[in-house]
């Protein structure tokens, strides 16, 4: 078993910054993959980003990348979001999640975990 707890939502203004964390705990946190995604009101959930057990992969949905950057402290057994230049678009609730297979793919079914989502809003 796996928990997942995330913090850091909140109300941003356009062009803000965030930084979402997920502590894990249950099994060994370096042994698989994480990934953040987000749900919209009225919209299916999406990925957003995903790393590796070693941070040495990572991947990012077109509409964040260059603004958004997921890593990792296998240390502190967390993992993190850092978003940047926020869009209205952007809100939305955001969970993250973790594949024991240390494989990352987009579709949700994949996810082992997740956790309860924190709520960020973009407001313009």
């Known amino acids: 078993q796996v928990q997942l707890v995330e913090s850091g939502g909140g109300l941003v203004q356009a062009g803000g910054s965030l930084r979402l964390s997920c502590a894990a705990s249950g099994r060994t946190f370096s042994s698989y993959a994480m990934g953040w995604f987000r749900q919209a009101p009225g919209k299916e959930r999406e990925f957003v980003a995903g790393?590796?057990?070693?941070?040495?992969?990572?991947y990012y949905a077109d509409s964040v990348k260059g603004r958004f950057t997921i890593s990792r402290d296998n240390d502190k057994n967390t993992v993190y979001l850092q978003m940047n230049s926020l869009k209205p678009e952007d809100t939305a609730v955001y969970y993250c999640a973790a594949e024991l297979r240390d494989t990352i793919v987009v579709v949700t079914s994949h996810w082992d975990y997740w956790g309860q989502g924190t709520q960020v809003t973009v407001s313009s």
């Open positions: 790393i590796s057990w070693s941070g040495g992969r990572r």
